[in-house]
T-cell receptor, first 118, second 111 residues
Framework: AQKITQTQPGMFVQEKEAVTLDCTYD???????LFWYKQPSSGEMIFLIY??????QNATEGRYSLNFQKARKSANLVISASQLGDSAMYFC???????????????FGKGTRLSVIA | ETGVTQSPTHLIKTRGQQVTLRCSSQ?????VSWYQQALGQGPQFIFQ???????GRGNFPPRFSGLQFPNYSSELNVNALELDDSALYLC??????????FGPGTRLTVT
């Protein structure tokens, strides 16, 4: 079974507008962590934001926020005030069994390609 | 800038050959993980080392092997290369915290 599902292969957004990238996950663990990464054409994975399964408030990091709906098992990324430099691949990922340890691997979705239009 | 470096940046090999990819992470990052990212896909977990011992492995055959050294560098070795091994290989290190710090990757092409 697919652990992380990103249903939007590609998205377009106008500069300065907000955009939501969808992510649903599947786990039977009570403790897990959810991550979003940005991957520009250079290939490096850039950490954007993290949400722990026990965190009651949605995570925010600057223009990035994570809309965490635990009952629906969704962890959508919201980017506000889009910039041309936001054009990249975006990956949702999950770490099970603890979520707070560096010792469990990340499971990634297939990604969403975001294009910001001037 | 994550402090994680990988070499080489690009590599072209022939089917059947062997390849070694290298990663250097920050001091104190006891965990290093390797991922394979095929074109148009998300990264897939290959294996992970903690304090120089393998402590997790994904669904990859034994011809994928690795080492982690005391100086926080590590290697990914792939024997008997196949065409499907063509991918971006990402190294990620962690100081036992939430984040994994990724390197820029090595793009391997097998012809």
């Amino acid at each position: 079974a697919q652990k992380i599902t990103q249903t939007q292969p590609g998205m377009f957004v106008q500069e300065k507008e907000a955009v939501t990238l969808d992510c649903t996950y599947d786990t039977s663990d009570q403790s897990y962590g959810l991550f979003w990464y940005k991957q520009p054409s250079s290939g490096e994975m850039i950490f954007l934001i993290y949400q722990g399964s026990y965190d009651e408030q949605n995570a925010t990091e600057g223009r990035y926020s994570l809309n965490f709906q635990k009952a629906r098992k969704s962890a959508n990324l919201v980017i506000s005030a889009s910039q041309l430099g936001d054009s990249a691949m975006y990956f949702c990922a999950m770490r099970e069994a603890g979520g707070y340890s560096g010792n469990t691997p990340l499971v990634f979705g297939k990604g969403t390609r975001l294009s910001v239009i001037a | 800038e994550t402090g994680v470096t990988q070499s080489p940046t690009h590599l072209i090999k022939t089917r059947g050959q062997q390849v070694t990819l290298r990663c250097s992470s920050q001091s104190g990052h006891n965990t290093v993980s390797w991922y394979q990212q095929a074109l148009g896909q998300g990264p897939q977990f290959i294996f992970q080392y903690y304090r120089e011992e393998e402590n997790g492995r994904g669904n990859f055959p034994p011809r994928f092997s690795g080492l982690q050294f005391p100086n926080y560098s590590s290697e990914l070795n792939v024997n008997a290369l196949e065409l499907d091994d063509s991918a971006l290989y990402l190294c990620a290190s962690s100081p036992d915290s939430i984040e994994q710090y990724f390197g820029p990757g090595t793009r391997l092409t097998v012809t």
